[in-house]
């Protein structure tokens, strides 16, 4: 499932729980406003990560720095492919 869809689908589970029923303008706001903030936590988990792998190999820093990229390469790549599904 694409971040969208999960925007959206929460948007919508909002909505039904406070029984209201949004214009497609304030359901697309609404799915926009919580899209983003499932990017913004899933790229906070992603330097968290980062962060762990380079104190986790804090006695060799070439790989340290090597895993850390290549987790921020990974989530980058993730990200960009899950937001173009939109």
Known sequence: MSFREQADNT????AETLGATPTPEQAKA????????II????????RSAKVAKDY????????QK?????QR?????IAN???MR
């Open 11 to 14: 948007f919508q589970a909002v």
């Open 30 to 37: 609404g799915a926009d406003t919580i899209e983003r903030a």
């Open 40 to 47: 913004d936590s899933f790229r906070d988990g992603a330097v």
């Open 57 to 64: 190999c804090a006695e060799d820093r070439n790989l340290a």
């Open 67 to 71: 895993v850390a990229d290549e987790i």
């Open 74 to 78: 990974a989530n980058a790549a993730l």
């Open 82 to 84: 899950l937001s173009s």
